[in-house]
């Protein structure tokens, strides 16, 4: 019976989308430039280790990693490695930062970027497509529930900002992100 | 004719008809046991993933998952494509001998990327014995058995090519030398895509002379077989029904050792190297290890201090067996699932020996060794 329900949404859908997409295409144009890159990170850190608390870590620090892609100074810095694992020109970005789980076996990876300018988030957007494909490539022989986060992955845009989030409940952090604008 | 054509139709409207129904009837299964994967369940509908394309796309995964009787259409397929004299099915030859190959596709920039993470990580390390062991898989081995005009790349070249690159003190194992000489044994599973015990025990052998340690002779060990009715990785791609299954050896020590086998910082404990229930299921290569881990500690009742650091995928877990003979602590990493700072790691708790199992279809498209530069 579920699977009829879902054979008639599914029709829903195609014509949903059909009618859909002329309106979709149009950019947002509304949010200003005073959005802080900061503000976002801070926000999303806030609903992380408030979702963290609620499991009972309290220091983030010990089970989760967050690296400021911009410190590329030293050659082997981890941020070198995120750039390089996703193909990244690292040109493109004027602010990014991972927040993802360091040792606990655990796919989380939230990933913020902000483009220099408006262009280069197509091409931001395809190295955190590479991304996902490797955390996919990563998961899907392994732990199930952590395979089940990969694949509600959510990559969002907003402006010149993206959002990558692997997480167990990434609509939490979908929202910190939007209310950031 | 005109009965005729009632007959056509009717048929038709039934084997159409029919397979729809069964497929609107047929309880969603959550994991294929023969192709040990997940299957996709109905996607979450919202009105974003619907305009963003990802529900359809998922709904097209979804119904090709979830179709009903999936392995009998596909061994129908496989079964017409020998017909027709095909020599493959989804990149899978049909070899001699009930032989199954994976084709090497020629190696990616991926895989210089991964010699010079092994590079950086020696920098780090001075002073540790690094040994590296890359493996080859059947279809190096057996090119005799391959069907006529079959394409490959030669694994050969691609292990050598890492062994130029990698720059740094390390000390290369010859797997594939011994392995060749070995040929006649039964090294690798004609279905999977793994060596065998005896394969891991050539290789083993390589290993203990390149470490400067006397292996054991293979009479210290009772050599029992524990299932007849293995189909690996190669079948589930290949699905071709007559292809006969494989057995699976295990060599038992003669002589008295124990272990305690911690995975994941205590998350569950063994006092085996092998998971038995895996026998009872399709992925019965698991039964080494149980399989993929983030990290597996070993301490053996070999009381002789010596650490040893293992770098791998799923080829060492049919090694390792061998080497807890010889070690007092294994830890195998993951690097897959495990990102700390392993050069750190090695200094904390005094490890002498690291060494990388790796086979190199696998080396040469693993994304994840760039965790060694940090």
């Known amino acids: 019976m579920k699977k009829l329900a879902g054979i008639v949404v599914l029709c829903m859908a195609v014509m949903m989308a059909a009618c859909g997409s002329q309106s979709s295409g149009e950019p947002n144009k509304e949010q200003a430039s005073e959005v802080k890159f900061t503000d976002i990170v801070s926000n999303i850190k806030d609903q992380v280790s408030e979702d963290l608390k609620a499991e009972g870590v309290d220091d983030t620090s010990q089970t989760h990693q967050e690296v400021d892609l911009k410190d590329t100074k030293d050659e082997n810095s981890v941020a070198n490695i995120w750039i390089e694992k996703m193909k990244m020109n690292p040109e493109l970005f004027a602010n990014g930062t991972v927040i993802a789980a360091l040792m606990n076996v655990n796919a989380d990876e939230i990933i913020v970027l902000e483009a220099k300018d408006e262009e280069q988030v197509a091409e931001l957007k395809k190295s955190l497509e590479n991304e996902l494909a490797s955390q996919v490539q990563t998961w899907e022989r392994y732990l199930p529930d952590q395979y089940e986060k990969v694949k509600n992955n959510k990559i969002i845009t907003k402006g010149k900002f993206l959002l990558y989030v692997t997480y167990t409940n990434p609509e939490a952090v979908e929202k910190a992100f939007n209310e950031s604008f | ?374």
């Open chain 2, 1 to 374: 004719m005109k009965r005729l054509n009632t007959i056509m139709i009717v048929v038709f409207a039934v084997f159409i008809g029919g397979v729809a129904c069964m497929n609107l009837l047929a309880e969603d299964q959550p994991f294929s046991q023969a192709e040990n994967r997940p299957l996709m369940q109905f996607p979450e509908v919202s009105l974003d993933r619907i305009t963003s394309g990802a529900f359809t796309k998922d709904v097209e995964t979804y119904l090709s998952d979830q179709f009903v009787h999936k392995r009998f259409w596909t061994s129908i397929k496989a079964t017409a494509q020998k017909v027709v004299l095909k020599k493959d099915n989804n990149g899978v030859y049909f070899g001699e001998d009930g032989y199954l190959f994976e084709k090497f596709e020629p190696p990616s920039e991926q895989l210089d990327a991964n010699s010079e993470s092994i590079s950086r990580f020696l920098e780090k390390t001075k002073g540790v014995s690094v040994y590296g062991l890359l493996a080859p898989t059947s279809i190096e081995i057996y090119p005799d058995k391959l069907p006529k005009f079959a394409q490959t790349a030669s694994e050969t070249a691609a292990i050598q090519r890492v062994e130029e690159q990698v720059k740094g003190d390390i000390s290369w194992i010859d797997a594939t030398g011994a392995l060749k000489a070995a040929k006649e044994q039964p090294i690798y599973f004609h279905t999977d895509h793994h060596w065998t015990t005896h394969g891991a025990y050539v290789a083993y052998r390589a290993a203990m002379e390149k470490m400067g340690m006397a292996p054991l002779s293979s009479d210290e060990f009772a050599i029992r077989t524990v299932s007849k009715n293995f189909r690996g990785t190669y079948d589930a791609k290949a699905n071709d029904p007559s292809v006969e299954s494989d057995e699976i050896d295990v060599f038992e020590p003669k002589f008295h050792v124990s272990y305690d086998v911690d995975i994941d910082d205590g998350q569950s404990k063994m006092d085996s190297l092998y998971a038995w229930e895996f026998l009872e299921k399709r992925d019965q290569y698991s039964l080494f290890l149980g399989g993929n881990h983030r990290a597996v500690t070993i301490h053996s009742n070999v009381k002789n201090g010596r650490k040893l650091m293992i770098f791998k995928d799923s080829y060492a877990h049919a090694l390792v067996p061998f080497l807890a003979n010889h070690f007092e602590e294994i830890y195998m990493v993951d690097l897959r699932y495990d990102h700390r700072d392993m050069a750190q790691v090695v200094k904390e708790k005094e490890i002498q020996d690291v060494l990388f199992v790796y086979n190199i279809a696998g080396f040469a498209e693993d994304e994840n060794l760039i965790w060694l530069r940090q």
